[in-house]
């Protein structure tokens, strides 16, 4: 069972905005520092986006600062990583990705915690 479930992927045309969900349970939520990562095909996993468990730190990877951004909804248990001015080279399966609340500083250095999503596709089409 895993324990975080994400949603919200699908194709979109270059520019487009897409919202990313992953919902966890209120255990990990309220606890856990919570970040997003994504594998291309034939590519190495790249470090997205990363939150501390209080919602109150937050980085980026490189390639999408100022394009997208994660937040927290505490009434829901879920993160979200709003995408926009998608491009082509964003496309690639999104996972989810948690690690207990002092892990956060190893998240935004782009190392993974051990929890994982399922994954959800995005394609940005040209």
């Known amino acids: 069972q895993v324990p975080m479930v994400e949603s919200g992927g699908g194709l979109v045309q270059a520019g487009g905005s897409l919202r990313l969900s992953c919902r966890a349970s209120?255990?990990?939520?309220?606890?856990?520092?919570m970040g997003w990562f994504r594998q291309a095909p034939g590519k190495e996993r790249e470090f997205v986006a990363a939150?501390?468990?209080?919602?109150?730190?937050?980085s980026y990877g490189e390639s999408v600062k100022g394009r997208f951004t994660i937040s927290r909804d505490g009434p829901s248990n879920t993160i979200y990583l709003q995408m926009n001015s998608l491009k082509p080279e964003d496309t690639a399966v999104y996972y989810c990705?948690?690690?207990?609340?002092?892990?956060?500083?190893?998240?935004?250095?782009?190392?993974?915690?051990?929890?994982w999503g399922q994954g959800t596709q995005v394609t940005v089409s040209s």
């Open positions: 209120e255990t990990m939520f309220s606890s856990y520092a």
């Open positions: 990705n948690a690690d207990r609340s002092d892990g956060y500083s190893k998240l935004s250095l782009g190392i993974p915690g051990p929890y």
């Open positions: 939150s501390s468990w209080a919602g109150g730190s937050t």
